[in-house]
């Protein structure tokens, strides 16, 4: 299988340090066509690896190109790329694949991971229930972006139709950019610090 690489203005990225010894999984999962792929490469520093394919009549009648008809090609593994947090601990992002077809892969890839991003359009909210049923499945901790492709709904609307838990967050993000990106990232780690800080009633 051929595989290409995102296109990014970057030559190659920096090599990853000797001193990183601590590596950190984060996966990135969503519906078909919601910038999963777009948002591995705004934010890594490296040019990620992508399992991208044209998309051919093999295509048709399986998956839904109703709302995302510009679309030429699909994840048919995975997106990866990688953010250095520091001296010792580099992050490793994993887009999942969004087309029903490859959802088998899904499991393979929560192996090890820290957290999850749910990336959503509201254009089609109801491609995001299945990613949050299996991370909930998993017991994962993950945060929700709307990736803003047009005007709608705002936060709280979007959390009422996802049926989100409160302690839940849900950012808005353009997954083209880099620093919006990044801020969703921030607000997983943020997220999985919170979780792993012992309460009051915890600690007596």
């Given at each position: 299988m051929h595989s290409t690489t995102s296109e990014r203005p970057v030559d190659g990225g920096a090599p990853l340090r000797p001193t990183a010894v601590d590596a950190l999984k984060i996966v990135i999962v969503g519906g078909f066509g919601v910038g999963k792929t777009t948002m591995v490469g705004a934010v890594s520093e490296i040019r990620p690896l992508s399992?991208?394919?044209?998309?051919?009549?093999?295509?048709?009648?399986?998956?839904?190109?109703?709302?995302?008809?510009s679309k030429t090609t699909t994840t048919v593994a995975f997106d990866f790329g990688r953010i250095t947090l520091g001296p010792d601990k580099v992050l490793y992002l994993f887009g999942a694949p969004g087309q029903q077809r490859f959802w088998f892969i899904w499991d393979q890839l929560f192996g090890g991971s820290l957290g999850a991003v749910v990336l959503v359009d509201t254009r089609r909210l109801e491609d995001s229930f299945y990613s949050i049923d299996r991370l909930e499945h998993h017991r994962m901790p993950f945060v929700v972006a709307v990736n803003r492709f047009v005007a709608g709904p705002g936060l709280p609307a979007v959390r009422d139709a996802l049926a989100l838990a409160p302690e839940v967050p849900i950012v808005d993000c353009d997954a083209r950019r880099r620093e919006s990106c990044k801020q969703v990232l921030i607000t997983?780690?943020?997220h999985l610090?919170?979780?792993n800080t012992p309460t009051r009633e915890s600690l007596s």
């Open positions: 399992t991208e394919e044209i998309m051919t009549e093999a295509s048709v009648g399986v998956d839904d190109l109703d709302r995302v008809r997983l780690v943020e610090a919170h979780l």
